[in-house]
């Protein structure tokens, strides 16, 4: 009988210690501080930095100190590719990318980033907040080792050059433009009726320098922060892309991750995607007048232009992605903004 009375006692005991083990663990990660690595290939004056240190400050604030973002900017750990790359090994905790750049892995997400598929600012946070959003993210999630957190917007693209106003796509014809090294991004330079050129952009100010290359696309801040101004004369303001900047989060450390700072990283990550829009918004005329007061010409495109360059883009880059893109492109360029 003793050792029958034994048996349920012993059971108890490890039960109870078994539950203090778990209870212990979970005051644990309620209490733990986690640090974490975030890395972007842009400087410390550039849109996607600020964005990047708000996404940190919010996550800290609203997590009680409890997680704690470190950046490293200018390409200080790497390439977007190699950034992509790192993240995706559980070497690098978190990264600010493009979708392009991600969609070399998951090909539906490039959509994003193609030309004119999104109208403004506002249709850009409603697709990547909504159901759509959600769609691509859980693609990402499903066939690579990163979780999408945020994607906010880091500004509309637009075309610079030396030396020529381009004001519909004949005008750049033989111009050398510089594209990431995608295949997406250079057909979108193809649109704007230029040859694709790829350089990476961390030597892009030098290439415009010694006209390696006559031009480049990129947001306003973009342009401003990297002072594209001191070798670029004309800025014209093509908006082909509002670019899509998504924060991509190891999923080796998302999983470490207890539920509640996960619901918080996926609250601040759709606030984030509301603030750039709205700061990009209020600072786009801000920065270019500042574009204009430091030598360059913004040249102005006309409705009738603007069509041209859309049905460019339709011609070119959507046949060569229908397939990959798998109807994202008719499903966001027909949505209500």
């Known amino acids: 009988m003793a050792i029958i009375r034994k048996k349920p006692f012993l059971f108890f005991a490890i039960a109870m210690l078994v539950a203090i083990c778990f209870s212990t663990a979970d005051v644990f990660a309620k209490e733990k501080v986690f640090r974490l690595r975030f890395a972007h290939v842009n400087s410390e004056s550039a849109m996607v930095h600020k964005e990047a240190v708000y996404f940190a400050d919010r996550l800290e604030e609203v997590s009680g100190g409890r997680l704690k973002l470190e950046i490293f900017p200018n390409a200080s750990l790497g390439s977007e590719t190699q950034l992509i790359e790192m993240v995706d090994a559980g070497l690098l905790d978190l990264a600010a990318t493009t979708a392009m750049g991600i969609g070399a892995l998951v090909p539906q997400i490039s959509v994003l980033d193609a030309a004119f598929v999104l109208k403004d600012y506002n249709h850009q946070v409603k697709v990547v907040n909504g ?14 080792n990163f979780v999408v957190v945020a994607c906010p917007t880091y500004g509309v693209r637009h075309l610079t050059v030396k030396n020529r106003k381009v004001q519909e796509p004949s005008d750049a014809s033989g111009l050398k433009v510089r594209a990431m090294n995608f295949e997406q991004a250079m057909l979108n330079v193809k649109s704007l009726g230029a040859t694709p050129i790829p350089v990476p952009f961390a030597e892009l100010y030098t290439s415009l320098q010694q006209r390696i290359v006559d031009g480049q696309e990129n947001p306003l801040n973009t342009i401003l922060a990297s002072k594209f101004y001191e ?67 913004a040249v102005e495109i006309s409705p009738a232009a603007r069509e041209k360059f859309i049905e460019n883009a339709k011609n070119i880059i959507v046949p060569a992605f229908a397939e990959k893109w798998d109807g994202y492109y008719e499903r966001i360029s027909a949505a209500d903004r």
């Open 231 to 297: 070798v670029q004369d004309y800025v014209c303001l093509t908006g082909h892309v509002v670019t899509n900047g998504p924060f991509i989060m190891s999923k080796r450390k998302w999983d470490k991750l207890p539920n509640d700072l996960k619901e918080i990283v996926a609250q601040v990550g759709q606030e984030t995607n509301v603030w750039a829009a709205k700061l990009a918004t209020e600072k786009e005329s801000e920065w270019l007048n500042e574009l204009v007061d430091r030598g360059m010409t």
């Open 131 to 144: 159901p759509v959003g959600k769609e691509l993210f859980d693609l990402v999630a499903a066939k690579t």
